[in-house]
């Protein structure tokens, strides 16, 4: 599918203009176009997205691990099926 034209782009309207066009009074301090309001759903949102952050970890077992499986001396003593069985029970 080829787009042969555009449709003519219509100008903004300035900040301190009306919806008349005519300059407001105020000078745009309380005009929509300065003007942000948000939504309960906005705060909806946010608190979701903050509960989502990623938790802590503890950074110096992390490092302490990762220098022992590159040198080879990292000795797992964990037990898997106890493992499974708490990730299972947590379901």
Do not use: N, Y
């Amino acid at each position: 599918m080829k787009i042969q034209s555009l449709p003519p782009i219509a100008p903004a309207e300035s900040p301190t203009t009306s919806a008349g066009g005519t300059p407001s009074q105020d000078g745009g301090a309380d005009s929509p176009a300065t003007r942000v309001s948000l939504s309960s759903d906005a705060g909806f949102v946010d608190e979701l997205r903050d509960r989502a952050s990623p938790t802590p970890f503890r950074q110096d077992l992390v490092d302490q691990v990762k220098a022992q499986l590159a040198d080879g001396s990292f000795e797992s003593s964990v037990d898997m099926d106890r493992v499974v069985d708490g990730v299972m029970a947590g379901l």
